[in-house]
Protein backbone atom coordinates (compact mmCIF):
# COMPACT_ATOMS: atom_id res chain seq x y z
CA UNK A 1 0.00 0.00 0.00
CA UNK A 2 1.14 3.88 -0.29
CA UNK A 3 1.35 5.62 2.87
CA UNK A 4 -0.56 9.22 1.45
CA UNK A 5 -0.17 12.50 3.35
CA UNK A 6 -2.15 15.77 2.95
CA UNK A 7 -1.27 19.26 3.79
CA UNK A 8 -2.51 22.85 2.91
CA UNK A 9 -5.93 23.06 3.91
CA UNK A 10 -7.32 26.20 6.06
CA UNK A 11 -9.30 28.78 5.99
CA UNK A 12 -10.34 31.36 3.00
CA UNK A 13 -13.33 33.60 2.64
CA UNK A 14 -15.47 32.89 -0.49
CA UNK A 15 -13.52 33.61 -3.49
CA UNK A 16 -9.90 33.05 -2.29
CA UNK A 17 -7.52 30.16 -2.78
CA UNK A 18 -5.79 27.50 -1.61
CA UNK A 19 -3.72 24.33 -3.00
CA UNK A 20 -3.89 21.29 -1.20
CA UNK A 21 -0.78 18.93 -1.50
CA UNK A 22 -0.62 15.11 -1.14
CA UNK A 23 3.01 13.24 -0.91
CA UNK A 24 2.77 9.50 -2.06
CA UNK A 25 5.69 7.43 -0.54
CA UNK A 26 5.92 3.35 -0.87
CA UNK A 27 4.98 3.40 -4.57
CA UNK A 28 6.21 5.35 -7.42
CA UNK A 29 3.81 8.18 -8.60
CA UNK A 30 4.34 7.28 -11.73
CA UNK A 31 2.16 4.31 -11.84
CA UNK A 32 -0.33 5.60 -9.12
CA UNK A 33 -3.66 7.38 -10.51
CA UNK A 34 -4.37 9.79 -7.46
CA UNK A 35 -7.79 11.23 -6.42
CA UNK A 36 -9.39 13.92 -3.91
CA UNK A 37 -12.83 13.62 -2.09
CA UNK A 38 -14.26 15.48 -0.04
CA UNK A 39 -16.68 14.73 3.11
CA UNK A 40 -18.59 17.03 5.41
CA UNK A 41 -20.63 16.06 8.50
CA UNK A 42 -23.14 13.21 8.17
CA UNK A 43 -22.59 13.04 4.51
CA UNK A 44 -21.32 10.67 2.01
CA UNK A 45 -17.43 10.86 0.65
CA UNK A 46 -17.65 12.71 -2.63
CA UNK A 47 -15.21 12.31 -5.41
CA UNK A 48 -13.48 15.88 -6.63
CA UNK A 49 -10.67 15.33 -9.16
CA UNK A 50 -8.66 12.37 -10.28
CA UNK A 51 -5.32 12.63 -12.14
CA UNK A 52 -4.61 9.15 -13.72
CA UNK A 53 -0.99 7.88 -14.12
CA UNK A 54 -2.06 6.77 -18.40
CA UNK A 55 -0.82 10.29 -19.75
CA UNK A 56 -1.79 12.37 -16.95
CA UNK A 57 -5.44 11.94 -18.24
CA UNK A 58 -7.38 14.01 -15.41
CA UNK A 59 -11.43 14.16 -14.01
CA UNK A 60 -13.17 16.43 -12.23
CA UNK A 61 -16.69 16.31 -10.32
CA UNK A 62 -18.81 18.85 -12.30
CA UNK A 63 -19.27 21.19 -9.25
CA UNK A 64 -15.73 21.82 -8.99
CA UNK A 65 -15.11 21.69 -12.72
CA UNK A 66 -13.31 25.30 -14.39
CA UNK A 67 -12.76 26.26 -10.36
CA UNK A 68 -10.25 23.58 -9.10
CA UNK A 69 -7.22 22.33 -10.90
CA UNK A 70 -4.99 19.01 -10.01
CA UNK A 71 -1.60 18.04 -10.99
CA UNK A 72 0.87 16.03 -10.38
CA UNK A 73 4.86 16.21 -9.94
CA UNK A 74 6.05 12.44 -10.30
CA UNK A 75 9.62 13.42 -9.70
CA UNK A 76 8.59 14.99 -5.84
CA UNK A 77 5.88 11.98 -5.82
CA UNK A 78 3.15 15.10 -5.14
CA UNK A 79 -0.65 16.24 -6.73
CA UNK A 80 -1.47 18.92 -6.15
CA UNK A 81 -5.47 20.33 -5.85
CA UNK A 82 -5.14 24.09 -6.65
CA UNK A 83 -8.28 25.59 -5.45
CA UNK A 84 -9.50 28.70 -7.02
CA UNK A 85 -12.55 30.72 -7.16
CA UNK A 86 -14.11 29.29 -3.29
CA UNK A 87 -17.82 28.67 -2.22
CA UNK A 88 -18.79 28.28 1.41
CA UNK A 89 -20.07 24.53 -0.49
CA UNK A 90 -16.67 23.64 -0.39
CA UNK A 91 -16.09 23.54 3.22
CA UNK A 92 -15.43 20.00 3.48
CA UNK A 93 -12.97 17.49 4.68
CA UNK A 94 -10.52 16.79 1.85
CA UNK A 95 -8.52 13.30 1.88
CA UNK A 96 -6.14 12.43 -1.49
CA UNK A 97 -6.26 8.34 -1.99
CA UNK A 98 -4.16 6.35 -4.37
CA UNK A 99 -5.24 3.76 -6.91
CA UNK A 100 -2.85 1.23 -9.24
CA UNK A 101 -6.21 1.82 -11.57
CA UNK A 102 -6.57 3.94 -14.82
CA UNK A 103 -10.28 4.22 -15.56
CA UNK A 104 -13.21 5.05 -13.21
CA UNK A 105 -11.45 7.31 -11.17
CA UNK A 106 -14.30 9.05 -9.56
CA UNK A 107 -15.17 5.49 -7.67
CA UNK A 108 -14.28 5.65 -4.18
CA UNK A 109 -13.96 1.87 -3.64
CA UNK A 110 -11.24 1.46 -6.10
CA UNK A 111 -8.83 3.67 -4.17
CA UNK A 112 -6.58 1.29 -1.81
CA UNK A 113 -4.95 3.69 0.34
CA UNK A 114 -5.97 7.24 2.05
CA UNK A 115 -4.95 9.84 3.89
CA UNK A 116 -6.12 10.96 7.11
CA UNK A 117 -7.58 14.33 5.73
CA UNK A 118 -7.49 17.97 6.01
CA UNK A 119 -10.20 20.48 6.96
CA UNK A 120 -11.08 23.23 4.23
CA UNK A 121 -13.17 26.12 5.73
CA UNK A 122 -14.80 28.65 3.35
CA UNK A 123 -16.56 31.61 5.21
CA UNK A 124 -19.31 34.24 3.20
Known amino acids: QVRMEESGGGSVQAGGSLRLSCVAS????????VGWFRQTPGKERDFVAATSWVAGNTVYADSVKGRFTISRDNAMNTVYLQMDSLKPEDTAVYSC?????????????????WGQGLQVTVSS
Open 97 to 113: AATPRFYRLNVTEIYDS
Open 26 to 33: GRTLGSTS
